[in-house]
Antibody
Framework: EVQLLESGGGLVQPGGSLRLSCTASGFTFSNYAISWVRQAPGKGLEWVSGISGSAESTYYVDSVKGRFTISRDNSKNTLYLQMNSLRAEDTAVYYC????????????WGRGTLVTVSS | EIVMTQSPATLSVSPGERATLSCRASQSISSNLAWYQQKAGQGPRLLIYGASTGATDIPARFSGSGSGTEFTLTISSLQSEDFAVYYCQQYNNWPWTFGQGTKVEIK
């Protein structure tokens, strides 16, 4: 089955760190760029970060630059998001999403993992 | 950053009726626009890309149109499973940005 499965979310204090994982199955993982997209409670979607299939290129929205690091292990079909210096405004469901070849739009999404930043 | 503005915020429609959702970009994005459907507790589902190309396994009642700054998603005859939130997304200019969503609810 073609799917993405996120894990690693939880409750963390402001200033803390968390690492999210996204495990892929059913397709050739290394052939596709993947992104993290988040959704604050009751709000819309916000693209956070992306990485090319070969991991040569990475991209971040300004609000997380310098705090979040995206990476991937193609041998394990797994995407990561290392989140440091977390803030209350980072509270959201984090989705991983597979990009179609030819454009940064997303044809496969996971169910998401909830990150809550609170003291 | 390109700002995507969707209207209306909420659309009340009866089953079987037509629904028309709008998305406007703050600057031209050519045809680099996608539409997604999201139901409660689920990740989004790709409906349309390239402004007007239907994604795999998407029913023909969903169609997209537009280019430049003005785009439309039309659902020709609403089914019960279509009541959800719909988002547009531009992928012409980094950072990729989404509209704030249109909720389609039962009238």
């Amino acid at each position: 089955e073609v799917q993405l499965l996120e894990s690693g979310g939880g409750l963390v204090q402001p200033g803390g760190s968390l690492r999210l994982s996204c495990t892929a199955s059913g397709f050739t993982f290394s052939n596709y760029a993947i992104s993290w997209v988040r959704q604050a409670p009751g709000k819309g979607l916000e693209w956070v970060s992306g990485i090319s299939g070969s991991a040569e290129s990475t991209y971040y929205v300004d609000s997380v630059k310098g705090r979040f690091t995206i990476s991937r292990d193609n041998s394990k079909n797994t995407l990561y998001l290392q989140m440091n210096s977390l803030r209350a405004e980072d509270t959201a469901v984090y989705y991983c999403a597979k990009a179609r070849k030819g454009g940064w739009y997303f044809d496969l999404w996971g169910r998401g993992t909830l990150v809550t930043v609170s003291s | 950053e390109i700002v995507m503005t969707q209207s209306p915020a909420t659309l009340s429609v009866s089953p079987g009726e037509r629904a028309t959702l709008s998305c406007r970009a703050s600057q031209s994005i050519s045809s680099n626009l996608a539409w997604y459907q999201q139901k409660a507790g689920q990740g989004p589902r790709l409906l349309i890309y390239g402004a007007s190309t239907g994604a795999t396994d998407i029913p023909a009642r969903f169609s997209g149109s537009g280019s430049g700054t003005e785009f439309t998603l039309t659902i020709s005859s609403l089914q019960s499973e279509d009541f959800a939130v719909y988002y547009c997304q531009q992928y012409n200019n980094w950072p990729w940005t989404f509209g704030q969503g249109t909720k389609v609810e039962i009238k």
